[in-house]
């Protein structure tokens, strides 16, 4: 029984490393990811004069509740976008001026509900070139607090980011949210702010969170269940067997929820205390599915819905066209250079059966186009890709990984 070993969640240590720097006291993250994107946020903090300290397994990183130790700074947030919309808002918290600019990449990606709702909240903030998007620059002098207003429906880390603020500010926050997509990714943060000795309160829309501040601990960074997602699909399309330890039962991340769309399929699935195993049973079904809550994981199933044996129709993932690239467009595109028949919609796609055919995947610089279209490629050999070293936005040794996993089950792989 193949067992894989999952970096750290992307996720889960872009939190951690805002709760750590928020937090009074030294705390040490065990096992947090180690790329470009997270490496780029430990950047950002130390470029704002946090000590973040690291070692192969743990970062140490010494808290300052009061913010930012310098009072001025310019942060480059590369192509990260925990990196881009919590660094902000953890520097609002401080007292000093500081910039902000990310990658061409990042620089297309929104930001207006964050920002919007940051300024509602008195803070000095100014986009220096295109409204709602970075470059951006802060005068900030702590924030009161009170109630705000957010419209979460393009991404769930604006309510993230100001959900981590919250005991931050002099009075707590009340965030009203008319529209929430990714909403597991909410629970994940509400559960990491607990360990960090916050609770958070929700009266039906609005979540309430108290001023106060965090403990520093000590926090283990479970495995990335966006990044697993590859392997168990992989086990399902090719009928053999994985299984990841250390996301079972317990796990935070709402992604592992791709494995229940595999069973639907026909794999079978076994989530156990602290491992999750899949196993191909040779066939796999067509299925209508909604991934409101799952979206980081569409590519995953687009990029093996022709091996169904009939149509898949992914619901209501409008959300995908605004990450790294358009993800709806970029997996239809690429679909349709394999020859297969696809349609989309605003906030669908839906890919028939078919025999893909190789071709270079267009990546769009996209690690998840990059690893999703790799599992295709243990069907369809001759697959190649454009931008191969885009993975290392969040698993650099992915290709290795990948490849030896199908050399353990004797299936030829053309990797990068």
């Known amino acids: 029984m193949p067992l894989v070993e999952i970096p750290g969640s992307k996720s889960v240590t872009a939190r951690a490393l805002f709760l750590a720097a928020a937090a009074d006291g030294v705390t040490t993250l065990v096992r947090p990811l180690r790329s470009d994107d997270t490496e780029g946020f430990a950047e ?39 990196t881009a919309r919590f660094l902000p808002t953890l520097a609002a918290a401080g007292h000093g001026s500081y910039r902000f600019d990310a990658s061409e990449q990042m620089r297309r990606r929104p930001l207006a509900p964050l920002t919007r709702a940051l300024r509602d909240l008195g803070v000095d903030l100014r986009h220096e070139e295109t409204e709602g998007h970075h470059p951006l620059r802060i005068e900030a002098a702590g924030v009161e607090g009170g109630e705000v207003t ?66 520093a601990t000590t926090y283990a960074i479970e495995p990335d269940a966006s990044t697993a997602s590859y392997f168990f699909a992989a086990a399902a399309v090719t009928g053999q067997e994985v299984t990841v330890p250390g996301l079972g039962r317990g796990a935070l991340q709402g992604d592992l929820g791709f494995v229940d769309v595999l069973r639907r399929m026909g794999a079978d699935v076994e989530i156990a205390e602290d491992r999750t195993t899949v196993r191909g049973t040779g066939g796999l079904r067509g299925l209508t599915v909604n991934m409101r809550d799952i ?59 078919g025999t893909p055919a190789p071709a270079e995947i267009k990546t769009f ?52």
């Open 295 to 353: 979206s980081d994981t569409m590519p995953t199933l687009a990029a093996i819905a022709p091996f169904a044996d009939g149509p898949v129709r992914i619901e209501d993932v409008a959300n995908t066209r605004v990450k790294e690239c358009d993800r709806l467009d970029a997996c239809a595109e690429n679909l349709r250079r394999l020859g297969v028949g696809v349609s989309t919609g605003d906030d669908w796609i839906e890919i028939r059966p």
């Open 44 to 82: 950002g903090l130390a470029r704002l004069g946090y000590r973040v300290g690291r070692t192969p397994d743990t970062w140490q990183v010494d808290g300052r509740p009061q913010g930012p130790a310098l009072p001025e700074a310019e942060v480059y947030c590369r192509d990260g976008a925990t």
């Open 150 to 215: 957010l419209d979460a429906g393009q991404s769930s880390q604006y309510l993230t980011a100001l959900l981590l603020l919250g005991p931050l500010t002099r009075k707590g926050l009340r965030i009203r949210v008319t529209d929430l997509v990714s909403a597991p990714y909410v629970e994940i943060t509400i559960a990491m702010m607990r360990s960090f000795g916050v609770e958070v309160a929700r009266e039906g829309e609005v979540f309430v969170v108290r001023a106060g501040g965090y403990r």
């Open 365 to 416: 610089g996209d690690h998840r186009v990059v690893m999703s279209f790799a599992v295709t490629g243990l069907r369809t050999p001759g697959i190649s890709f454009d931008d191969p070293g885009c993975v290392r936005k969040t698993f650099p040794g992915f290709h290795e990984a990948f490849g030896e996993l199908a050399a353990g089950w004797g299936i030829p792989f053309d990797g990068a």
